[in-house]
């Protein structure tokens, strides 16, 4: 195992480096100079070559200690940054929600008014493209995904139903207005998900019959092809989650007489065990009532 440098040395480095002097080092760090003196000997010893030459009263960088100083700035901002990563662990106003960027951007951004309104106190962390097969309390307090977790560690309930839908341009809708199914998929070009080639789990068999159809693009993000569709580029089927904010702002339309399919609802899950805090009891609460209601209506 390699030895590492004590931290207290590289503190005394850092500050040495970029003050330019020991004195004022020792200053930043309330300790003596000779202290300062000694981690400096130290970490010089560990390197092996001398990190300092002295200047008048003062000190400046060796060759080597330039060097190195770009690696002990990096290392003491990374430690820097990881306290701030993990401080939403310690704050009981927090909570730690799992979820793909779909959901995110298709059902929570535009809830984020009505999340401020009725939690107004709470901080919520959102993670993103990450997926998680158990749940510890320590790292994650709510997943939303399409994969539920089945086991006795895990609460895990049904949060929304998922539904695709054929959408275009509005310029592109008024044109296929009348144009009856299946003859509309050959007036206007496909836009593809790469995970999804088919397009629709009724495509093929139309094509085995002899549609012909052409793709405009393919893309690895759905996300994409609402944004292909709002330049009026074709027909893509997507999620609702992905499509929200675009159809409620007419800036696309569904295409009413193409078939939509059920998708793999999304499940709300959370640790069996009491929740960290009461923050994650409310959040929990919120989503499952605004989905209850929406459902409902």
């Known amino acids: 195992m390699r030895r590492l440098p004590p931290l207290q040395a590289l503190l005394a480095f850092d500050a ?19 202290a300062i003196s000694h981690q400096i000997q130290q970490l010089e010893e560990w390197t092996g070559q001398p990190l300092f030459r002295r200047i008048g009263r003062g000190v ?11 690696t002990v700035t990096t290392a003491l901002a990374t430690l820097a940054d990881g306290r701030d990563r993990i ?11 799992v979820c793909a960027p779909q959901f995110a951007s298709g059902w929570l951004m535009p809830r984020m ?10 901080e919520l962390w959102l993670v993103t493209g990450e997926e998680v097969n158990e749940i510890d309390r320590v790292d994650v307090d ?6 539920a977790i089945r086991t006795p560690e895990v609460v895990c309930e049904p949060l929304l139903e998922e539904a695709a839908v054929a959408i275009c341009g509005p310029l592109t809708a008024r044109r296929l207005r009348d144009a009856p199914f299946p003859d ?4 206007a070009p ?17 094509k085995r019959g002899g549609l012909r ?30 499509v929200g904010d675009a159809l409620t702002n007419g800036r696309v339309e569904v295409l009413p007489q193409v078939p939509g399919f059920a998708l793999a609802p999304l499940w709300l899950m959370r640790s069996a065990q009491p929740a960290r805090s009461a923050a994650v009891d409310a959040v929990h609460a919120w989503m499952i009532a605004l989905c209850r209601e929406v459902q409902g209506a």
């Open 184 to 187: 509309v998929l050959t007036q």
């Open 213 to 242: 159809t052409r793709r405009a693009l393919t893309v690895s993000d759905p996300r994409f092809l609402v944004a292909a569709a709002e330049q009026e580029a074709g027909i893509a089927m997507v999620s609702r989650l992905d």
């Open 113 to 122: 008014r009505a999340f401020a309104e009725a939690l107004p106190t709470l």
């Open 87 to 97: 401080e939403p662990y310690g704050n009981p106003d927090s909570v730690i929600l």
């Open 190 to 206: 496909l836009l593809v998900h790469e995970a999804h080639p088919e397009w629709a789990p009724w495509l093929p068999e139309l």
């Open 16 to 34: 040495a480096a970029r003050l330019g002097s020991f004195t004022r080092a020792a200053q930043e760090l309330a300790l003596t100079q000779s």
């Open 60 to 70: 400046a960088l060796t060759a080597a200690g330039t060097l190195y100083a770009q």
């Open 142 to 147: 709510l997943v939303v995904s399409p994969k």
